[in-house]
């Protein structure tokens, strides 16, 4: 360990050295991610000079910045390989599925069968689009900084274990199912419902966190006993943001039909996914709305309102339609939404428009 890498005084970064290969993770939204991806791989082609000249991209959101980043590296002489599962399963239906259609095809024009874009519902974990090990030889690795980033990324460079594609099915799945796959899978899904929330006046904070809990859990799936009791310590701070979630629940307020309102904002440590099922389980609710003072819009904005369409109406209510079409998913503008069932506003985002429009004529019922 400890060859690797890119240290940016720009923004804190997540990187880790498995199985030899380094690896980043990232979701790519801006110019300066898309230098941090180009830079990381041209730092680790340096260091391993004689690694080949493959880059595997692994469950990335397909932005603009990804294909930027993809066109750079492959002009720049290395063989890109994309694997992932979050193409539109259908036709789109609004301008960002649009754009994502208009993404993946520019991937796959530039990579041809070195481009692997798949369905959720076909491939609900980026490990089951790799072999174990398949790509143990890389040059480096671009991963989304999730656990189905992470668990695809071990798997790719040659660390696995029997149930990691069902255990990233759970983790990249509804935030109550996340904590249900076996033990070692347990331990980095609550270790992720209890990160530090991202704080303006810290902004490393949770970065570090993270990068520590997927260094720990990769090691702790390697076998050190040390990582994974240093894991059993989040386990218990998880477990009083069950309690805090369980109370939280009870506080819930119907602001539009079918739509439930809980004010987070002076309780910021709670379990999503204890929350999310409590309001689930009332058969009034299509859409559970939090309120919260943490997280990447409220740290720009104040308050941020993070809403999510109950499993049961997914299909039927697309959060895309509560904001304008050409409406692009950036903190800055107070809009973050990658998948029609969640959606993150700021305030007054969410008072000009999200709000008016559930209670006019959303979601048709
Ligand atoms: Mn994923």
């Not at 939204?29 to 898309?34: L, R």
């Not at 941090?36 to 690694?51: H, K, M, P, Q, T």
């Not at 980033?149 to 255990?167: F, I, N, Q, R």
């Not at 805090?244 to 506080?251: F, V």
Request: overall charge negative; glycine content about 6%; aromatic content about 6%.
């Amino acid at each position: 360990m400890g060859r690797v890498c890119l240290e940016s005084n720009l923004f804190p970064v997540i990187t880790l050295e498995i199985n030899n290969v380094p690896t980043l993770f990232i979701k790519p939204f801006t110019d300066v991610d898309v230098r941090a991806i180009v830079e990381f791989v041209r730092d680790a082609a340096n260091l391993y000079s004689g690694a080949g000249n493959t880059i595997l991209f692994i469950d990335t959101p397909i932005t603009v910045g990804t294909v930027e980043a993809v066109e750079r590296l492959n002009a720049e002489g290395f063989r890109v390989v994309f694997r992932d599962h979050h193409g539109i399963d259908g036709e789109p239906t609004n301008d960002r599925d649009a754009r994502v259609v208009a993404a993946t095809a520019k991937l796959k024009h530039l990579l041809r069968s070195d481009c692997t874009i798949t369905v959720r519902r076909l491939h609900p974990a980026c490990s089951t689009l790799v072999r174990q090990g398949e790509f143990a030889g890389a040059v480096a690795i671009i991963a989304d900084r999730d656990p189905d980033g992470l668990t695809a990324a071990m798997k790719a460079a040659g660390v696995s274990y029997p149930e990691l594609d069902e255990d990233a099915a759970k983790l990249d799945g509804e935030p109550q199912n996340q904590v249900t796959g076996s033990a070692i899978s347990q331990l980095l899904a609550k270790g992720m419902a209890v990160l530090p929330s991202y704080d303006s006046s810290r902004p490393k904070e949770r970065e570090e966190s993270q990068q520590k809990l997927f260094s720990d859990w990769l090691q702790a799936v390697e076998g050190n006993k040390q990582a994974r009791d240093r894991l059993e310590t989040r386990v218990l701070a998880y477990d009083e943001a069950v309690k805090t979630a369980q109370s939280l629940a009870r506080t819930g307020t119907e602001v539009a039909p079918g739509v439930v309102l809980v004010d987070a904002t002076r309780k910021p440590l709670f379990d999503q996914g204890t929350l999310d099922a409590l309001l689930e389980s009332d058969p009034r609710y299509r859409i559970m709305v939090v309120r919260k003072s943490v997280g990447p819009i409220a740290a720009i904005h104040g308050i941020q309102y993070s809403m999510a369409v109950v499993k049961r109406h997914q299909d039927a209510i697309n959060l895309h339609d509560l904001i304008p079409p050409q409406a692009k998913s950036d903190p800055e503008f107070g809009i973050i939404s990658n998948v029609s069932f969640l959606l993150h506003t700021s305030e007054d985002i969410w008072n000009s428009q999200v709000l008016p429009a559930l209670r006019v004529s959303f979601p048709v019922a």
